[in-house]
């Protein structure tokens, strides 16, 4: 729990670090994942080696396809979080992308499995949440635009759901999920870039210490925090899964007061707890199947599903 517990606090630092490095949306995003493809690299080299001939197959190009477009989701998901981190402050930015928890149950209308009706029953009250931090009632509201801040987080959101369910159907194979990390992360990283150039916000330039907080959010975020959560998530009661789960915006917006001296208004904090409260209730779905993978290493689809 310990191992869990210190990889969410080391994801809910992301945010933090990227107000710090004062780098672009799309900048941020690419470089989060260029940086951190030699440490990824080589952990998929390790698996890669130790996996076995079925594990080792050359993937087809249905899987190359699923994994260009896992990344394109997951870059834009990171693009248009970033955003809202500059509209909203990290740490209420780090609570909406939460509420992808939220869009995955409602997506399962479309892929044939109907949502629970915590899910459902969810939604008013998210919806009533989302105004309260969004600092539409009431004055004093933190961020320059909190009322974007908010739309750009939500749709943040919407986009991790679809990486999320994208990336389950990428990982049905038996392939470490180390390959399958290293993979997507690249097309991530190209994707981010692409944005930028598109956007014609991307900053190339090596600044300093710009790049030395996006070095600290690559290996923090997307390596030492994945590592921690994906070897200890799958070992743990679904019960307390949940609540380590919530580790990670909680420090967001510790981290956010703390450090950039964020003062979220006291209804837009309200708000932030009621829409952790609202998703963590939502997604309590009964305890953890017996026979459940517990190997993260073969659980691709779970293993890579922490949030940003």
Sequence with gaps: MLAAALGAALNGLSATLVRLSHATPS???????????PFLGVLAYVYHRAAGPTQRAAPRFREWTLWLLVGFFFALDLVLWNVSV???????????VNAQAIFVGLAGWLLGEPPQRR???????????????????????YGHDPVAGTAFGLAAALAYAVYLITLRRATRSPRPATVALFTTTTAAGLWGTGFGLALGDFQLTPLWPMHGWLLLLAFSGQVAGWILVTLALPRL??????????VQPATALVYGAVILGERPSPLQCAGAVLILVVVVWAGRTGPRPASADTDPTRSPDRALSTSD
Excluded: E
């Design 27 to 37: 900048t941020a995003a690419a470089f989060r994942c260029l940086y951190a493809l």
């Design 86 to 96: 500059g509209m909203v402050g990290a740490g209420i930015a780090t609570v909406l």
């Design 119 to 141: 899910v459902l029953a969810a939604l008013p009250i998210l919806f009533g949440a989302l105004v309260m931090v969004s600092g539409v009632l009431g004055g004093g509201s």
């Design 237 to 246: 009661p679904i019960a307390v899964t949940s609540m380590v789960l919530l």
